[in-house]
């Protein structure tokens, strides 16, 4: 802190930091520790929000547990990528928006760089025995690590009948009647404010709150440098509409408006601002339009995207570049089709990440003067609760495509349904995903040390000859 540095009436005396290097923290340490944090992003969200919760909350203590958990709440309301949404936050608190800008970007990079590379090798070699083999032990443990996602988080949000109820209908509003998924995500966030005006939720302990160890460099009662401003506000979101939407008319100008690049950066542009509850609520809404609305990849291959990414740092959203990789590579236009493939990753990942920056960079101001706002937890933890039948329809959808060799969908006046077809019943992948779930479940593997084990076996299996597609 600067010895200039005045003190804050609201803040208990508690002085106002500098922009240069924030709360004392060297702004090279912090980019060094965010480079670190960047590599050890597997296991999903839960996995990457404990590896910050240890380095930045417990070992480095540059903010507090309170502090730290209020801006994890707020990055779950928002649409796009929760963990790497929370590292811009932190980021942001440290050294205003370059922090927050190095911070996200760092927390992607590794992840972009490694999906791609096997998107690629996917392409050139995924029709030979041996990767079909490996892919067929990965699909069936993606199964096991969505339900394994479905449990977690219900555990964690399904303490009252009314969140079990609204869990149910957001499963049977998508995988009985075709709700789409906006809507659903919507409906719940008014379900839950409504819940919370109707029966508010007990207060939790003072002391689940409270702070182990030494004062953390940023005081829970200190205010941020950046308070929130009309003048900042309309800054941000002029150059951030540029940022995110320049590329996109670039991109339709030169390959045309009916190109795949084109589709794919309006679709993943839409998707990004829609993706509450993370990577796995949304993945049903993108699998359908990718596999049955345009025709980018087939389900299996969805399925094993998911994989790829699990395997990979960095969001589980990151599929969405494998997606772009094969749509494009197969319907070109007049580009070569490796050009073709590797722009559209790129841009995809640029049209889902950007929207995620804008939004924290946006919005983080505020929320420091509204913590504790009963209102927005409310109005959370209703998406949450639906979070988990997303997610569960989100098995299913694998479950039918990854068990069965066909299926076919099925109406029923209102209902739509796709059904396998019990003849086509795979038992390699039926005795795989068995396998995976008592990893996971009874003995706690890690979902990488599971996937690896998978994968083995799948390749055992198509070495040994068994049928493997």
């Not at 490996?134 to 009252?160: E, H, M």
């Not at 991109?251 to 589709?263: D, I, K, P, R």
């Not at 959808?397 to 396998?420: D, I, K, M, N, R």
């Not at 003995?443 to 799948?458: D, K, N, Y």
């Amino acid at each position: 802190m600067t010895p200039d540095a005045a003190p804050l009436p609201d803040s208990g005396g508690a002085p106002r930091p500098t922009e240069g290097d924030a709360f004392g923290v060297p702004f090279r340490s912090a980019v060094r520790a965010w480079f670190l944090i960047s590599l050890q992003t597997f296991g999903g969200p839960a996995g990457q929000i404990a590896v910050m919760q240890r380095t930045l909350v417990d070992e480095k203590r540059w903010i507090g547990q309170r502090r730290f958990l209020h801006a994890m709440n707020y990055c779950m309301l928002l649409p796009g990528p929760e963990a790497q949404q929370l590292a811009t936050y932190v980021g942001w608190l440290l050294h205003g928006t370059r922090g927050g800008l190095v911070a996200g970007g760092l927390f992607v990079l590794p992840g972009v760089l490694a999906l791609l590379v096997l998107s690629a090798v996917y392409v050139a070699f995924g029709t030979t025995t041996a990767v079909l083999a490996v892919f067929a032990g990965l699909a069936p443990a993606v199964l096991a690590i969505v339900a394994q996602a479905v449990v977690r988080v219900a555990r964690k949000t399904l303490d009252r009948p009314e969140l079990v109820a609204l869990a149910v209908a957001a499963f049977l509003a998508l995988a009985l009647f075709g709700v789409p998924f906006p809507v659903v995500v919507a409906v719940a966030g008014l379900a839950g404010w409504a819940l919370g005006r109707w029966r508010p939720a007990a207060p939790r302990p003072r002391s689940e709150d409270a702070d182990a160890g030494p004062p953390p460099v940023i005081s829970d009662d200190v205010l941020h440098t950046e308070a929130p401003s009309t003048q900042r506000t309309l800054r941000v979101l002029l150059v951030g509409l540029l940022v995110w939407g320049v590329p996109i008319v670039v991109v339709a100008a030169l390959t045309g408006a009916g190109s795949t690049l084109t589709e794919q950066s309006l679709f993943f542009s839409g998707t990004a601002v829609v993706t509450f509850g993370g990577a796995y609520a949304v993945l049903a809404f993108v699998a359908q339009q990718a596999v049955a609305t345009y025709g980018w990849l087939s389900p299996g291959e969805m399925v094993r995207g998911l994989a790829l990414a699990e395997t990979t740092p960095g969001p589980l959203i990151m599929v969405v570049q494998f997606v772009a990789f094969l749509g494009a590579y197969r319907a070109p236009g007049s580009l070569d089709p490796w050009v073709a493939a590797v722009l559209a990753s790129l841009l995809v990942t640029w049209v889902t990440f950007v929207p995620s920056f804008l939004f924290v960079l946006l919005g983080a101001p505020y929320m420091e003067r509204l913590r504790g706002n009963t209102s927005l937890s409310a109005a959370l933890t209703g998406i949450t609760a639906a979070v988990v039948g997303v997610i569960a329809n989100l098995g299913v959808y694998f479950a039918v495509h990854t068990l069965f060799a066909e299926s076919a969908p099925v109406s029923w006046g209102a209902l739509q349904v796709e059904l396998p077809d019990v003849g086509t019943l795979r038992p390699l992948a039926v005795a795989l995903a068995v396998v995976a779930a008592v990893l996971l479940f009874r003995f706690r593997w890690s979902v990488l040390r599971t996937l690896g084990v998978c994968a083995a076996l799948g390749l055992v299996a198509g070495l040994a000859g068994l049928p493997v597609a």
